[in-house]
């Protein structure tokens, strides 16, 4: 069964769908995972990251996207039908390496109906992602950067959450506004995954910089006083996520960004699945006890 990861900041244009989308492309291509990208934003940069124009309209003219399957319609015309009672024939094929796969479900602007009508929906991710979890290794869910349905839902369908950060005074903020947000849920929602913080990774840092190492500091001190992890693996800031998207490749299939830059995400992943057995193994010493 899937690892389900949730990537969540309340503040927008943090790169978190960048992080999303190069951990996914690393993990199929670099570590042959059978690998799932859910586009749960409104604004679907990360269908847009992966997806030309014209494969975006086939795709939502055919097979349909996540709101298809997250919102109820006045009436269920023949195709929406057809994907509700099968959600792989929603999923467009990013790639394939060997046996396994890189899907995406992507999703569109009318996602965004769920945040003005939210009643009943909280635990839909979740009954859409049951159906098909075994199929994946890992499945990331790029979240919305508002505390709303969405994030509800990203929540309940998720095994962790992980935090990308901007080295900015406005982070600062923002975590404080993140970990209320995570206490509610956990304090007033129904947690069939008992969703665990991985950590915080700080994204487009730039080198040298003494502004941001002064916010990285208090971001620091503030993750420690709440017992959250803090990567020491890092997404620093590069023009070449922009030829990146431009040529719909993951940063280190591009010639044109620098080493480190390209080995950021196999760097992250590697915490990933380090804070992910130290997790699981204290979980499992709590229940001895």
Not at 38 to 58: E, G, I, S
Not at 73 to 90: F, G, V, Y
Request: hydrophobic fraction near 40%; include cysteine; glycine fraction near 4%.
């Amino acid at each position: 069964m899937a690892i389900t990861i949730a990537l969540l900041n309340m503040k927008g244009g943090v790169g978190k769908t960048t992080l999303a989308v190069n951990l996914a492309w690393h993990f199929h291509q670099n570590e042959e995972k059978n690998v799932l990208l859910v586009d749960l934003d409104p604004q679907f940069n990360a269908t847009q990251y992966v997806m030309d124009f014209q494969a975006f309209q086939t795709q939502r003219k055919n097979a349909g996207t996540i709101a298809d399957l997250l919102i109820d319609p006045p009436q269920l015309n023949a195709r929406l039908k057809k994907i509700r009672l099968n959600p792989r024939l929603a999923l467009h094929t990013i790639g394939h390496n060997g046996n396994a796969k890189f899907d995406l479900l992507p999703a569109e602007l009318n996602l965004a109906w769920l945040v003005k009508n939210p009643a009943q929906s909280d635990f839909r991710l979740e009954k859409l992602l049951k159906k098909i979890r075994d199929d994946y290794d890992y499945i990331f869910i790029d979240c919305a950067p508002t505390d709303s349905v969405l994030t509800t839902m990203a929540l309940t369908a998720s095994d962790y959450l992980l935090i990308p950060m901007r080295p900015d005074r406005f982070s600062i903020l923002g975590f404080t506004n993140l970990n209320e947000t995570i206490e509610i849920f956990k304090e007033n929602c129904p947690n069939p995954h008992n969703v665990k913080v991985l950590g915080i990774v700080f994204t487009q840092v730039s080198v040298g910089s003494t502004t941001e190492q002064e916010a990285m500091n208090v971001i620091k001190a503030a993750a420690q006083k709440e017992g959250t992890y803090l990567f020491s693996s890092q997404l620093q800031y590069s023009r070449s996520f922009n030829r990146s998207i431009k040529d719909q490749t993951p940063i280190f299939g591009t010639d044109y960004a620098q080493y480190p830059t390209r080995r950021a995400p196999a760097k992250i992943a590697a915490e990933i699945e380090s804070r992910i057995t130290a997790l699981t193994a204290a979980g499992k010493g709590a229940k001895k006890k």
